[in-house]
């Protein structure tokens, strides 16, 4: 495994959130046009981390344009044996639930919990639930929103060796829709760094 034993500190009152992207030397998430020529950003690699990330987690969040473009995806992926026995050997319910956050009351979905609440409601909602660590997959819309309540804990990021480029806001960053202001600037600290090939690993603390 990539992320061997990983282990998340408890939090008092609320889910430990931490969330994982790629993103290119540039800072790209995603290229919003024609974005099957630029995805996957990362390696092979980088989705098993992914994957593992997941299994750690006690839920997964989407953001509703994340789950519009990688919803069904994601859904066969957490229904997928190994993942289900990686799970299991991380002594983790074999279901991961899947919630996607969206304000529009239309969207429906078998495998999706569908849920509108602010970052602040949901996570004492999940809390309550028993979700004690959680994954919140982006995008950046969402992770603006929960970085903003302080919500975020870690980061996973990996530097994918490519540069996208930009014309016209054709493409996101990691935090989309909001500017902090100078004196809530978020100060990160770093972890770990794993290099494999030309690909880097990189955690970070945020420590609210
Ligand atoms: N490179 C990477 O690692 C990576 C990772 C994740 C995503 N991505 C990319 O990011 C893109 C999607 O990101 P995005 O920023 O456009 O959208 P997003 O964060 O996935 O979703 C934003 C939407 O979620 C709903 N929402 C967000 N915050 C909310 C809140 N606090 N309360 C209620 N609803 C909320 C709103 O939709 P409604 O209108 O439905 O209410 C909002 O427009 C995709 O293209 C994906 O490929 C890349």
């Not at 919003?32 to 390696?43: A, E, F, R």
């Not at 078998?110 to 509108?116: G, K, L, V």
Request: hydrophobic share 40%.
């Amino acid at each position: 495994m990539f992320y061997r034993n990983l282990k998340f500190p408890k939090i008092k009152n609320r889910p430990f959130f931490y969330t994982n992207f790629v993103q290119t030397v540039d800072g790209k998430v995603q290229v919003l046009k024609n974005t099957k020529d630029y995805w996957p950003i990362g390696s092979k690699l980088d989705h098993e981390a992914l994957l593992e990330l997941r299994a750690y987690s006690d839920c997964l969040i989407h953001g509703s344009n994340l789950a519009k473009e990688f919803g069904e995806i994601t859904v066969k992926s957490l229904n997928n044996s190994a993942f289900k026995r990686l799970r299991r050997n991380l002594g983790k319910n074999p279901t991961l639930p899947l919630f996607v956050i969206t304000r529009k009351k239309s969207v429906t979905h078998p495998m999706w919990n569908i849920t509108s609440l602010d970052p602040k409601a949901l996570a004492c909602e999940l809390y309550t639930r028993g979700y004690k660590q959680i994954l919140i997959e982006g995008g950046p819309t969402l992770l603006a929103s929960f970085l903003k309540e302080n919500l975020i804990d870690q980061i996973f990021l990996t530097i994918a060796p490519k540069i996208f480029g930009n014309i016209n806001s054709s493409t996101l960053t990691l935090v989309e829709g909001y500017l902090f202001p100078k004196k809530a600037i978020k100060n990160l600290s770093l972890l770990s760094v794993k290099k494999v090939g030309n690909e880097l690993f990189l955690r970070y603390n945020l420590g609210n």
